[in-house]
């Protein structure tokens, strides 16, 4: 199925400057998960723990996760103490693995521990603060914390992208600099160049001091995005020690620095057309690893050796920017 017709088919994405909200109070119409507040006895009889039980599918006894249209996530334990903002963390993080797991569904999040259990939203919203913004509408009275997303799009690919190709990559690039978005991208030769040539904002991270004859500062690699690099990449004890830097960079290009601001989406060209992790092969090359993390974190990936690519690329455009 086409990326953006299945997107599409989700509901669409989210708005210019964030992502989806709703009025608090509300509840879903398009078939999204209700996510509410919960305790660990599954006690569903007040706030929206009652909305979910009755119209959501919650079930009586469950305090944990997807029951039906619902999924509930722990604010108080079996005895209804309200549980501590580290425990309550933790099961945020449960819950955005859950969504990143599922990116085929939406969610409709509820102001989880605002209520019964009492905490204030300047305490609790921020903890959500690397949901996949294209799957959650989130509480309109949470979007400072959550909805600050700036545009940003990774635009990479072979050292041997085709002339044409490279062309075509410098005029989008210049394009989506007219709509605000900021490149992220690697200073290699080839497309990484061409996106840089037509871009007015950049974030180019290099795999070491000077690489390329850059002068980006964005050369540090983390222990995390090491060992992040290492999941990923199926060939990792083969690797040089300076092909393993220029692995551990591709996660900055899709992630952002801090390594929990991933893009919008990928504009790339490989000579096999790959679109996902499992079309990965040799023909793919280093920007294999990139594609490989954005279509874990269900990133739209754009690769303009396929037919149809550029088209589907301005479809998706235009529904963030309108």
């Known amino acids: ?34 996510v509410f507040g919960s305790n660990l006895a599954g006690r569903h009889g007040a706030g929206a723990a009652r909305v979910a039980r009755e119209r959501f599918g919650a079930i009586p006894g469950r305090g944990i996760g997807r029951m039906g249209q619902s999924y509930a996530l722990p604010t108080k334990d079996a005895d209804l103490n309200v549980l501590p903002l580290e425990v309550i963390e933790e099961h ?27 905490y204030d939203a300047r305490e609790i919203a921020p903890l959500f603060y690397d949901l996949t913004p294209t799957q959650v509408s989130v509480p309109r009275p949470w979007k400072p914390w959550i909805c600050t997303h700036a545009r940003t799009y990774a635009g990479i690919g072979s050292r041997n992208t085709p002339a044409e190709i490279l062309r075509r990559m410098t005029r989008i690039a210049e394009r989506l600099s007219v709509h605000g978005y900021t490149l992220r991208s ?27 004859g850059h002068e980006s ?27 393993r830097k220029l692995m551990t960079r591709n996660g900055y290009q899709i992630l ?35 594609i490989a993390l954005a279509d874990r974190w269900g990133i739209p990936i ?20 309108d």
């Open 217 to 243: 500062e964005r050369h540090h690699l983390s222990d995390e995005a090491m060992r992040l690099a290492e999941q990923l990449h199926p060939g990792w004890a083969q690797l040089s020690p300076a092909a």
């Open 92 to 118: 945020i993080r449960s819950f955005v693995e859950y969504v990143r797991a599922h990116p085929e569904q939406r969610f409709f999040l509820t102001r989880v521990g605002c209520g019964l259990a009492g």
């Open 1 to 34: 199925m086409l990326i953006i017709r299945y997107i599409n088919d989700q509901g669409g994405l989210r708005a210019l400057y964030g992502c989806p909200t709703h009025k608090d109070g509300a509840l879903p119409l398009n078939g999204e998960i209700f």
């Open 256 to 290: 952002g620095a801090d390594l929990r601001s991933p893009v919008d989406f990928v504009v790339c060209w490989t000579p096999d057309g790959a679109q996902t992790e499992a079309e990965r092969s040799r023909l793919t090359g280093g920007t294999g690893q990139a």
């Open 302 to 321: 754009f690769n303009l050796a396929r037919p149809g690519a550029l088209e589907q690329l301005g479809d998706l455009v235009r529904q963030l920017v």
């Open 186 to 212: 690697g200073a290699a030769e080839g497309a990484d160049c061409a996106f840089e040539a037509g871009a007015d904002r950049c974030e180019i991270y290099l795999p070491w001091p000077g690489f390329n």
